[in-house]
């Protein structure tokens, strides 16, 4: 049981925008930035968004990540094929003192 | 660019002690910014924070782990390992290493680059 809580699972044709949520508390997404990270298949994860909406250099601006509370969410537009991978959001947690992941979500690109 | 690389035994006992290193290239490990981690991701579940160093040795476990872990760093051959005793099924996972920016007193879950993931699998 993972202290995120993401979708297991989500899909989009190409051209389509999803979004991917990830809830969380007060004592981690509600009080410190939000961290995405994107696994394509077979690969080590990659950092996505850093600070709830920073892009990393050579990261498309198709990706955007949004904080509101205690929730956060990473939005793809212009879904391509190769978008297609598991997408794990994290951030700091004050009450166990370290990282938290969530459980990932799975996208497929229909 | 830093790169990082894990190595290991990739089959371990039950109830032995697992024990993998991760080698720092392109850059060295001794830093005041950054931190050395390990993180594991087991079949069918998300991503587990196992816990940290800084190069001073200063380090963070994740509670759940605590007992069983210890992370060191040797600067001379800009290598960390991880040690996980006692280890069960439970423990086998791919294991990553990854490379931390810290933040306001070393709170973030900030994480890049990370290493391409050892698999590790615990069976007699």
């Known amino acids: 049981q993972s202290v995120l809580t993401q979708p297991p699972s989500t899909s989009g044709t190409p051209g389509q925008r999803v979004t991917i949520s990830c809830s969380g508390s007060?004592?981690?997404?509600?009080?410190?930035?939000v961290y995405w990270y994107q696994q394509l298949p077979g690969t080590a994860p990659k950092l996505l968004i850093y600070?709830?909406?920073q892009r990393p250099s050579g990261v498309p601006d198709r990706f955007s990540g949004s904080k509101s509370g205690t929730s956060a969410s990473l939005a793809i537009s212009g879904l391509r094929s190769e978008d297609e991978a598991d997408y794990h959001c994290?951030?700091?947690?004050?009450?166990?003192?370290?990282?938290?992941f969530g459980g990932g979500t799975k996208l497929t690109v229909l | 660019q830093v790169q990082l690389q894990e190595s290991g035994p990739g089959l371990v006992k039950p109830s032995q002690t697992l024990s993998l290193t991760c080698t720092v290239s392109?850059?060295?490990?001794?830093?005041?910014?950054?931190?050395w981690n390990w993180i594991r991701r087991s079949a069918g579940k998300g991503l587990e924070w196992i816990g940290r160093?800084?190069?001073?040795?200063?380090?963070n476990y994740n509670p759940s782990l605590k007992s069983r872990v210890t992370i060191s760093v040797d600067t001379s051959k800009n290598q960390f390992s991880l040690k996980l005793s006692s280890v069960t099924a439970a423990d086998t996972a791919l294991y990553y290493c990854?490379?931390?920016?810290?933040?306001?007193?070393?709170?973030?879950?900030?994480?890049?680059?990370w290493g391409q993931g050892t698999l590790v699998t615990v069976s007699s």
């Open positions: 994290a951030a700091w947690d004050d009450s166990l003192s370290g990282p938290v």
């Open positions: 007060s004592s981690n997404i509600g009080r410190t930035y």
């Open positions: 600070r709830n909406n």
């Open positions: 990854a490379r931390g920016v810290s933040g306001i007193m070393g709170t973030t879950a900030w994480f890049d680059p």
């Open positions: 160093i800084y190069t001073s040795g200063s380090t």
């Open positions: 392109g850059g060295s490990i001794s830093s005041d910014i950054y931190y």
